[in-house]
């Protein structure tokens, strides 16, 4: 008895350190765990800070037996917080490394939210999450997500239900989607007219370097529907595009392309694409909308198409000359012909030749293909054989050289440009308007520099008939905020000099303002020249006018405020007979003032006219001008003119008149009288003149 009350507490003794044992490695399975995943959290994040991605994960779990890893709580934002993501959980197979590519077996992630607000202002010094070459290759086998959730500035939304990728792989010159399975989605939009619902597809893709293949059994999209296999450069495929114009529209809505939907006539029309290749042959047919139709086929090394208009549609019709036309294309490995004919009014010719197969220029190109245009027939401006205009463009790759020239018609001319190395050199020539030899008339040379910080040019015009030679010459400089520019022009008897900042065209929107007697902000101009009498170049332009001194003339304007003098000297045009003039206009704020002299004779012998004329414009235009036309008689006028308002046209008036008949004056009786194109009011339908022994 004694002895087995000896080995009692022996037993015992064990089984507690048993246990104890258990429990300690139970501890530190347990704690291993956390302490592992908590590692593999923190490492993450430190990764994430290192490489300056402002994402965090909140958790991070390994299951190392299934060989995965789940991530809970990934958020990211952009460097300005213009995007922000949000992934409540993604579950990924652990990457591992094989043949010199880390692959991926899977990727699940349960619902993806993407916000994008572009009201936030972005640097131009802001850099990608990433930086640098990359140099790996990945493969996906597959990812798929359940929910994903896309907002853009509070109005944009996009839901895009479960879908499916597989066998995804990238790299630094290529990317392939095996396949692709979209479930569908819908979205919704401020210029939309309702939730647009895009139906689930399926697809695959490559792109490289080298080309691209898209392929689908039926691959659907809001106005379009694909199916087949896209190859290019153009391999064995066979495939059809249909483009429903209709159901594209409402994409088009809150675009600047919306309008061209009207423009082309394609509203109410469908467009069908189909082609095929195979053995070497490929054929290509387009049919839509009603006014266009293309046929196309061919090898290796040829091809010909024909391309129909049946009629023009709106945009073109101000350009077009004809009403319809058919463009026939044939060409070879390194040649393209294309004539375009219409009706009577148009014939084009187009010969391109290209150094090395179509195919590889068009993927890789640095040079132009070399153009000959030739129009025979265009509308009135070419319409007989001795106006017919032709063209060459020719490139090495390195310069571009382009001659247009109409050497048979009434006035030949001819113009060459050449450029290389940031330098245009241009030659332009013209013969005389009737032809009594070769000699030519007028021939311009120029020279244009495309600087770092501007443009700087330099050219002259020489006449071999007059011996005469004007040299033109200007720069602009951008590296302002404001550009500036400055011009000048000397010789034939003209001298002009002008300088500037910001755009000069914008005085035309300025002046149209000004019109209208609205505030207008001028650009920073000052224009100022003269024209002496011995010029040569006006009188190409107004053979008639004989100019007895140097006319004059000063232009300036900034901010709200322009001002522009003309002095004019005795002159004669025609049988017309002028004395001194002068013009004066000014504008500030809105208001306007002129004045302007005018001396002239109808013919030699009689009374010479003085017109003055002045004229005020603060809320509506008012005019007077007076004509001594008989030793101190004045004849005079005082109208106006209102500009247009919301529900009326311009409105003009005739304030006053009087007009000398014989030792009497004709005045107006029933004044004021008002009219516009829109109206004009039966009390005021007669403009009555007369005087005390009677009417009109």
């Known amino acids: 008895m004694n002895q087995k009350n000896q080995h009692k507490p022996q037993r015992n003794c064990t089984r507690r350190r048993a246990l104890v044992f258990l429990a300690a490695l139970t501890s530190c399975i347990v704690l291993g765990s956390l302490t592992f995943n908590t590692w593999a959290t923190w490492t993450v994040n430190r990764v994430l800070r290192g490489f300056d991605v402002h994402a965090q994960v909140e958790q991070i779990r390994l299951d190392l037996s299934q060989y995965r890893m789940l991530m809970t709580g990934l958020s990211w934002k952009s460097l300005h917080g213009e995007t922000h993501m949000e992934i409540d959980t993604m579950e990924l197979s652990i990457p591992f490394a094989r043949d010199g590519r880390w692959e991926i077996t899977s990727v699940h992630i349960e619902s993806v939210l993407l916000?994008?607000?572009?009201?936030h202002r972005i640097s131009n010094e802001s850099t990608p999450p990433f930086s640098g070459d990359f140099n790996s290759s990945v493969l996906i086998d597959n990812f798929q997500w359940q929910r994903l959730d896309v907002k853009i500035d509070e109005g944009y939304t996009a839901y895009i239900h479960s879908s499916e990728a597989r066998?995804?792989?990238?790299?630094?010159?290529?990317?392939?989607?095996?396949?692709?399975?979209?479930?569908?989605?819908?979205?919704?939009?401020?210029?939309?007219?309702?939730?647009?619902?895009?139906?689930?597809s399926h697809c695959s893709a490559s792109w490289s370097r080298s080309g691209l293949v898209l392929q689908s059994d039926g691959l659907s999209l809001p106005g379009l529907f694909f199916e087949g296999n896209l190859t290019w450069p153009m391999q064995k495929s066979r495939g059809r595009v249909l483009l429903d114009w209709d159901r594209v529209q409402p994409w088009l809505q809150d675009t600047n392309m919306r309008s061209w939907l009207d423009e082309l006539g394609l509203s109410n029309s469908q467009t069908t694409l189909t082609w095929s290749s195979l053995a070497g042959q490929w054929e290509m047919s387009a049919k839509g909308p009603h006014w266009f139709s293309c046929q196309a086929s061919g090898a290796d090394s040829t091809w010909q198409s024909r391309v129909e208009f049946d009629s023009i549609p709106p945009v073109a019709l101000a350009v077009w000359p004809a009403n319809s036309c058919h463009i026939d294309i044939e060409g070879s490995a390194k040649h393209g012909r294309f004539d375009i004919s219409g009706d009577s009014t148009l014939s084009a010719l187009v010969h391109a030749n290209v150094r090395e197969p179509w195919i590889k220029w068009i993927l890789d190109s640095q040079t132009w293909p070399k153009l000959v245009l030739e129009v025979s027939r265009w509308g009135e401006v070419i319409n007989s054989k001795e106006d017919v205009l032709t063209a060459t463009l020719e490139s090495d790759g390195e310069s571009v050289s382009v001659v247009t020239s109409q050497l048979q018609s009434?006035?030949?001319?001819?113009?060459?440009?050449?450029?290389?190395?940031?330098?245009?050199?241009?030659?332009?020539?013209?013969?005389?308007?009737?032809?009594?030899?070769?000699?030519?008339?007028?021939?311009?040379?120029?020279?244009?520099?495309?600087?770092?910080?501007?443009?700087?040019?330099?050219?002259?015009?020489?006449?071999?008939?007059?011996?005469?030679?004007?040299?033109?010459?200007?720069?602009?400089?951008?590296?302002?905020?404001?550009?500036?520019?400055?011009?000048?022009?000397?010789?034939?008897?003209?001298?002009?000099?002008?300088?500037?900042?910001?755009?000069?065209?914008?005085?035309?929107?300025?002046?149209?303002?000004?019109?209208?007697?609205?505030?207008?902000?001028?650009?920073?101009?000052?224009?100022?020249?003269?024209?002496?009498?011995?010029?040569?170049?006006?009188?190409?332009?107004?053979?008639?006018?004989?100019?007895?001194?140097?006319?004059k003339f000063h232009i300036s304007c900034r901010d709200?405020?322009?001002?522009?003098?003309?002095?004019?000297?005795?002159?004669?045009?025609?049988?017309?007979?002028?004395?001194?003039?002068?013009?004066?206009?000014?504008?500030?704020?809105?208001?306007?003032?002129g004045r302007a002299s005018v001396h002239a004779q109808l013919q030699e012998g009689t009374i010479p006219l003085v017109l003055n004329l002045n004229l005020e414009g603060k809320e509506q235009w008012e005019a007077r001008a007076e004509m001594d036309v008989q030793n101190g008689r004045f004849a005079s006028l005082r109208v106006e003119a209102k500009p247009p308002k919301a529900d009326a046209g311009w409105t003009w008036g005739l304030l006053e008149t009087v007009i000398p008949f014989g030792d009497q004056f004709v005045s107006l009786k029933n004044g004021p009288v008002f009219f516009s194109p829109n109206f004009l009011s039966e009390k005021d339908s007669d403009i009555l003149l007369g005087d005390d022994v009677g009417e009109v």
């Open 167 to 200: 066998e995804i792989a990238l790299n630094n010159d290529r990317v392939d989607v095996g396949d692709f399975f979209l479930g569908g989605a819908e979205f919704a939009s401020p210029s939309l007219p309702e939730i647009l619902h895009v139906d689930s």
């Open 410 to 551: 009434t006035v030949p001319w001819s113009v060459a440009g050449h450029w290389a190395q940031n330098r245009v050199d241009l030659r332009a020539e013209a013969g005389p308007a009737i032809r009594s030899d070769d000699t030519l008339a007028m021939s311009a040379e120029g020279r244009v520099f495309l600087l770092d910080k501007g443009i700087r040019w330099n050219g002259h015009i020489h006449s071999p008939m007059t011996e005469d030679t004007m040299v033109w010459s200007g720069s602009v400089d951008w590296t302002e905020i404001a550009p500036t520019w400055n011009t000048s022009i000397e010789g034939m008897g003209v001298n002009l000099s002008a300088k500037g900042t910001n755009n000069p065209l914008a005085a035309m929107n300025a002046g149209a303002g000004c019109l209208y007697l609205q505030p207008a902000t001028w650009p920073g101009i000052e224009c100022k020249g003269h024209i002496d009498p011995s010029q040569s170049m006006l009188s190409w332009i107004l053979p008639s006018l004989i100019l007895e001194d140097t006319a």
């Open 560 to 593: 709200e405020e322009a001002n522009m003098s003309l002095n004019f000297p005795p002159c004669q045009l025609s049988n017309l007979s002028f004395g001194p003039s002068q013009l004066n206009f000014k504008i500030d704020s809105g208001e306007a003032e």
């Open 115 to 119: 916000v994008v607000n572009t009201s």
